[in-house]
């Protein structure tokens, strides 16, 4: 029996042979972000395409210690933000030459997800949507591996080691709250997301202090959790008693949404299934700025998050901490905490006061 022929595997060594440069020299011109001359890197890149090289990412992850992977953590990837931010991130990384491991989280097995993420020995974690506890921050912190909070913040029970990149929560809402009041709005209700997220608190703390300055209290208050049929079911009990439709002085004149996903739901709601006018008889602002809350058929009002910003400030934070822990071999430095300008984006879903 004669045995197949076992192929013959190119290496940076044929590829530098053939270019007549060094074998670091073909290492750079495959590492992003490393400076090579552009005529070294053109003999190497043509020898290498001669010779059909492809650089053994694995093994060269293993002289580096590098992984070259980030884990990102999302909790509901229906959410219309995140899908924007996740690609927005993954083209930074990717630029960088390093990859995404998604992990999607559900509340419930929080602690056999990260185990899992310290297993794959990720290079550092993005947490969105969701938070660690203070036994698996502790476990992050002890492996050296850089954790940023997006769009949230750390707990008291979380260590400080962490960073974070959001936008003024606080302000945006408070801004949307003044324009409904400054526009006679009387009756302005709350739809709150998740409870316990650091982003549902501060947005609902701007919308009551702006409402507290100008003398007024929420007319309603009600919890969609971030869910489009949750949002609807709360709208439908604020405008109706059983199936009859109560009267409009006995309903809000505003509602403040903790995210555009539930303010279109609002909307939707108001709408299609109420039969009321927006914004001639109800008012909707929302947070986020998605790419739906401009559609001729929504135009909401909304506070806009710079989100390339955002991504530009978790890469440097990644960064940052890496070449600390590559040269040091120490834990990150105490966290940081960046927070972000947004902007309103005024469009047709508040009624505005004529002239």
Same mark, same amino acid.
């Not at 750079?28 to 001669?50: D, H, I, N, Q, Y």
């Not at 899992?116 to 290079?123: A, I, K, S, T």
């Not at 998050?305 to 105490?334: F, N, Y």
């Given at each position: 029996?004669?045995?197949?022929?076992?192929?013959?595997?190119?290496?940076?060594?044929?590829?530098?042979?053939?270019?007549?440069?060094?074998?670091?020299?073909?290492?750079?011109?495959?590492?992003?972000?490393?400076?090579?001359?552009?005529?070294?890197? +053109?003999?190497?890149?043509?020898?290498?395409?001669?010779?059909? *090289?492809?650089?053994?990412?694995?093994? %060269?992850?293993?002289?580096?210690?590098?992984?070259?992977? #980030?884990? #990102?953590?999302?909790?509901?990837?229906?959410? =219309?933000?995140? /899908?924007?931010?996740?690609?927005?991130?993954?083209?930074?990384?990717?630029?960088?030459?390093? @990859?995404?491991?998604?992990?999607?989280?559900?509340?419930?097995?929080?602690?056999?997800?990260?185990?899992?993420?310290?297993?794959?020995?990720?290079?550092?974690?993005?947490?969105?949507?969701?938070?660690?506890?203070?036994?698996?921050?502790?476990?992050?912190?002890?492996?050296? $591996?850089?954790?940023?909070?997006?769009? %949230?913040?750390?707990?008291?029970?979380?260590? %400080?080691?962490?960073?974070?990149?959001?936008?003024?929560?606080?302000?945006?809402?408070?801004?949307?709250?003044?324009?409904?009041?400054?526009?006679?709005?009387?009756?302005?209700? *709350?739809?709150?997301?998740?409870?316990?997220?650091?982003?549902?608190?501060?947005? +609902?703390?701007?919308?009551?202090?702006?409402?507290?300055?100008?003398?007024?209290?929420?007319?309603?208050?009600?919890?969609?959790?971030?869910?489009?049929?949750?949002?609807?079911?709360?709208?439908?009990?604020?405008?109706?008693?059983?199936? %009859?439709?109560?009267?409009?002085? @006995?309903?809000?004149?505003? $509602? #403040?949404?903790?995210?555009?996903?539930?303010?279109?739901?609002? $909307?939707?709601?108001?709408?299609?299934?109420?039969?009321?006018?927006?914004?001639?008889?109800?008012?909707?602002?929302?947070?986020?700025?998605?790419?739906?809350?401009?559609? /001729?058929? *929504?135009?909401?009002?909304?506070?806009?998050?710079?989100?390339?910003?955002?991504? +530009?400030?978790?890469?440097?934070?990644?960064?940052?901490?890496?070449?600390?822990?590559?040269?040091?071999?120490?834990?990150?430095?105490?966290?940081?905490?960046?927070?972000?300008?947004?902007?309103?984006? =005024?469009?047709?879903?508040?009624? $505005?006061?004529?002239?």
């Amino acid at each position: 029996m004669t045995l197949p022929q076992t192929v013959k595997h190119i290496t940076s060594r044929d590829v530098a042979a053939r270019a007549g440069v060094s074998q670091s020299a073909v290492s750079r011109c495959f590492t992003p972000g490393t400076s090579v001359a552009a005529e070294t890197r +053109e003999r190497v890149l043509k020898a290498a395409m001669e010779l059909g *090289y492809r650089p053994n990412v694995h093994a %060269r992850n293993l002289i580096t210690g590098r992984s070259r992977m #980030v884990g #990102v953590v999302l909790a509901h990837l229906d959410n =219309l933000f995140y /899908p924007r931010f996740l690609q927005e991130l993954t083209d930074a990384l990717q630029a960088q030459g390093m @990859q995404v491991l998604l992990f999607v989280a559900d509340g419930r097995h929080q602690a056999e997800l990260m185990e899992q993420l310290l297993n794959y020995r990720v290079d550092g974690i993005v947490l969105a949507a969701t938070t660690l506890n203070a036994e698996l921050a502790k476990a992050c912190t002890a492996a050296g $591996i850089p954790v940023v909070l997006f769009n %949230r913040v750390a707990g008291d029970d979380i260590d %400080r080691a962490f960073h974070s990149v959001q936008t003024d929560q606080e302000a945006g809402t408070a801004a949307l709250t003044r324009l409904l009041i400054a526009n006679s709005h009387c009756r302005i209700a *709350y739809l709150a997301g998740n409870l316990e997220s650091s982003t549902n608190q501060a947005r +609902e703390r701007g919308c009551r202090a702006a409402l507290a300055a100008a003398g007024q209290t929420l007319f309603a208050y009600g919890v969609g959790d971030y869910d489009e049929t949750l949002a609807a079911a709360q709208v439908l009990k604020w405008f109706r008693t059983g199936q %009859r439709r109560r009267p409009l002085a @006995q309903c809000p004149d505003a $509602i #403040v949404v903790a995210d555009d996903q539930m303010a279109l739901a609002v $909307i939707d709601t108001l709408r299609h299934t109420l039969g009321l006018r927006v914004p001639e008889q109800v008012s909707v602002v929302g947070f986020d700025d998605v790419p739906q809350a401009a559609w /001729p058929s *929504y135009e909401l009002t909304t506070h806009a998050q710079p989100l390339p910003e955002m991504i +530009e400030a978790v890469m440097k934070l990644l960064s940052v901490q890496l070449q600390g822990r590559d040269q040091q071999g120490t834990e990150p430095a105490m966290g940081q905490s960046i927070i972000l300008q947004g902007h309103m984006r =005024l469009r047709g879903s508040v009624r $505005i006061n004529s002239a």
